[in-house]
């Protein structure tokens, strides 16, 4: 099975897809990560770019995902300042050429605006209109985005579909280890404990020992 995580940053897709990735890719299913948006200065140094890519690197090759893919030209924390076309059209030529089975997106109701203008240029290039056709589509929640914008004002997270992620918890952990340059340290949701937590209380909800929860947007069976 084909899988595609859309990543708006990097370390979104570990945060919120990181025990569903290392469990796909055990089960021998190809993963691809694409990240959406690059730092630029004077928001983000040239150094701090580059480090970033290489904790991503490491930290997926540590999930089992099978290429990882950086778009180019689309501003991190500046989404909003480019025409939706451009990012609508350069999903849609991603899609199109991995021809996922199974994608995941950041979730509408994020307080970051780029994860917002992603999940809508995701869904637009996703739209069944084209000869390849995504069988599911899930929506993921991102510790310290999907939780901090102000529901029921704004879409609140309420997950229908849960992934048991019990036997690659650790797996996840050591992955986001890797990310120096974003964790910090607890009571910061960005924190080890606060994933663990989650994914520990994710899972209890559904009678996993861990899971990482999911709003499902669509499943053609």
Do not use: C
């Amino acid at each position: 099975m084909r899988v595609l995580v859309i990543a708006p940053h990097p370390d979104d897709e570990v945060l919120g897809v990181g025990g569903v990735i290392a469990r796909m890719s055990r089960e021998g299913h190809e993963v691809q990560v694409v990240v959406i948006t690059t730092g630029q200065p004077p928001l983000f140094s040239e150094q701090f770019v580059l480090q970033v890519r290489k904790e991503a690197a490491e930290a997926h090759r540590l999930l089992g995902v099978m290429e990882t893919s950086f778009l180019d030209g689309f501003p991190a924390a500046g989404l909003d300042g480019v025409p939706s076309h451009r990012l609508n059209e350069a999903l849609t030529r991603v899609l199109t050429e991995k021809q996922p089975e199974l994608l995941f997106v950041p979730f509408a109701g994020d307080i970051h605006l780029d994860h917002r203008i992603t999940f809508t240029s995701a869904l637009v290039a996703a739209r069944p209109i084209h000869e390849h056709k995504v069988e599911a589509i899930y929506a993921y929640e991102t510790l310290s985005e999907t939780n901090w914008f102000a529901p029921p004002v704004t879409p609140g997270f309420l997950p229908n579909t849960f992934f048991d992620i019990t036997e690659v918890l650790d797996t996840k952990l050591e992955a986001l280890k890797i990310f120096k340059s974003q964790m910090k340290s607890f009571p910061n949701e960005r924190s080890l404990e606060a994933v663990e937590a989650l994914a520990k209380f994710r899972g209890a909800t559904v009678g996993f020992a861990a899971a990482e929860a999911f709003v499902l947007l669509r499943h053609r069976r």
